[in-house]
C-alpha cells in the first residue's frame, strides 16, 4: 500500500512540474515583451508604474500600456517595436478599455467580449476587441481610441 501511495505522488508531483513548466513556455514571449516595454518606458523617464499592459500583433507588434507618468498623471504609452516609436497619451485623449467594450456590446447586442488591446493601426492608437457570439464563432473590431468610432469589424473567422 506505501509502494503505491509512493508511486502516484511520484507521478503527481511530476505531472504537476510538467505542467508549471508548460505554462511557464508559453508565457515567456508575453513576459518577454511586457520587461521590454518596461524597460523601454522606464529607461527613458515616461512612466514610473505601468498598470496594464497590452501585447497587440496584427500587421506589427505594438506594445500598449497604462499607468502612471513621472508626474502621477495616468498615460497611455502606445510603442512601435520595430521603430521603437512611442506615442504618449493622457487619458482625457483616449477612449478606455470599458469604452471600448461598451462600443463593442452597443454594435453586436449578444457578445460575450473575449479580449480588449490597445495597438495601432495607421499609426493612429486603436482598442481591438475580440468577442465571441451566437451569430458568428469570432469576431473582431478596430475601434479608434481617440474617437470611439468603429475602423474595421470583422464578423467571421
Same mark, same amino acid.
Given at each position: !500500500?506505501? *509502494? ?13 512540474? &510538467? +505542467?508549471?513548466?508548460?505554462? %511557464? $513556455? ?13 524597460? &523601454? ?6 512612466? *514610473?508604474?505601468? #498598470?496594464?499592459?497590452? &501585447?497587440?500583433?496584427? #500587421? ?29 497619451? %493622457? +487619458?482625457?485623449?483616449?477612449?478606455? *478599455?470599458? *469604452? ?7 454594435? %453586436?447586442? $449578444? ?5 480588449? +488591446?490597445?495597438? &495601432? !493601426? ?5 482598442? %481591438? ?17 481617440? $474617437? ?7 464578423? $467571421?473567422?
Amino acid at each position: !500500500m506505501k *509502494k503505491i501511495l509512493i508511486g502516484v505522488s511520484i507521478v503527481f508531483v511530476v505531472g504537476l512540474i &510538467l +505542467t508549471v513548466s508548460t505554462i %511557464e $513556455t508559453l508565457l515567456s514571449p508575453y513576459n518577454k515583451a511586457k520587461q521590454e516595454a518596461a524597460q &523601454l518606458v522606464f529607461n527613458d523617464g515616461i512612466m *514610473k508604474k505601468i #498598470d496594464d499592459f497590452y &501585447l497587440y500583433q496584427f #500587421d506589427k507588434t505594438v506594445y500598449g500600456l497604462y499607468g502612471d507618468s513621472q508626474d502621477n498623471k495616468k498615460i497611455y504609452v502606445v510603442i512601435d517595436v520595430e521603430s521603437s516609436q512611442a506615442q504618449i497619451y %493622457e +487619458t482625457s485623449e483616449l477612449i478606455d *478599455k470599458d *469604452k471600448a467594450k461598451e462600443v463593442a456590446m452597443n454594435e %453586436e447586442n $449578444t457578445i460575450q467580449i473575449l479580449n480588449v +488591446t490597445l495597438g &495601432l !493601426m495607421k499609426n493612429e492608437p486603436i482598442w %481591438e476587441v475580440s468577442y465571441k457570439s451566437s451569430q458568428v464563432s469570432l469576431g473582431y473590431m478596430r475601434i479608434s481610441a481617440k $474617437t470611439g468610432q468603429i475602423i474595421q469589424h470583422i464578423k $467571421t473567422i
